[in-house]
């Protein structure tokens, strides 16, 4: 399995509190990505991020910023978190997008972090 | 845009049987085409993919998959279904630039009767 870990794993937090999310990973893959999981819409890209410093909005960014200092973090954060942004969060990394170019672009996807915003 | 249609929400086989799961894609030019299972509780674990070449694609656990251009489509299949298949699975594009941003397709969910 590839080494993703996400943290916290669950958590259960106020409307209009921050949350930061932690995505960790020990492969050195460039490419990272958080997706959200809601019933009837699958996953849905939120940020995603082609190295450090570099990142870039996804389908449903809206309310949510990410950073990304180091290679094997990324961070997740509702600045004020509101009940619709209960979900279930996947974080993902990619070794490349050069699939011509003999890379791997398969995502492997971390074990997601349960938030419930009450 | 690109965009994925499952439009099996849920299927159910009897164990033995054959499965064929449906998606559709919408992309305009070649696309990237995975497709994930997920377990309860779990994260992703990828099946298969396509990037080109032969339209059959053979994945982990006996499954595959065939690209038809002619027809948007690249449906996941097996021939005879195991009660641990029980779970959801996603069908996704891949935009060939930009960073291979996935859309995913809304899931079917996969309920074997023994």
Not at chain 1, 81 to 98: G, K, L, N, R
Not at chain 2, 15 to 27: D, F, K, Q, V
């Amino acid at each position: 399995d590839a080494g993703i870990t996400q943290s916290p794993r669950h958590k259960v937090t106020e409307t209009g509190t921050p949350v930061t999310l932690r995505c960790h990973q020990t492969e050195n893959h460039r490419y990272m990505y958080w997706y959200r999981q809601d019933p009837g819409h699958g996953l849905r890209l939120i940020h995603y991020s082609y190295g450090v410093k570099d990142t870039d909005k996804g389908e449903v960014s809206d309310g949510y910023s990410v950073s990304r200092s180091k290679t094997e973090d990324f961070l997740l954060t509702l600045e004020s978190a509101t009940s619709s942004q209960t979900s279930v969060y996947f974080c993902a990394i990619s070794e490349s997008v050069m699939v011509l170019a003999g890379g791997n672009n398969e995502q492997f996807f971390g074990p997601g972090t349960r938030l419930t915003v009450l | 845009a690109q965009s994925v249609t499952q439009p099996d929400i849920h299927i159910t086989v009897s164990e033995g049987a054959s499965l064929e799961l449906r998606c559709n894609y919408s992309y305009g030019a070649t696309p990237y085409l995975f497709w994930y299972v997920q377990s309860p509780g779990q994260g992703l674990q990828l099946l298969l993919k396509y990037f080109s070449g032969d339209t059959l694609v053979q994945g982990i656990k006996g499954f595959e998959a065939e690209f038809k251009r002619s027809q948007s489509s690249f449906n996941l299949r097996k021939p005879s279904v195991h009660w641990s298949d029980a779970a959801e699975y996603f069908c996704a594009v891949g935009a060939t630039g930009g960073g291979n941003k996935l859309t995913f397709g809304t899931g079917t969910q996969l309920k074997v009767e023994l």
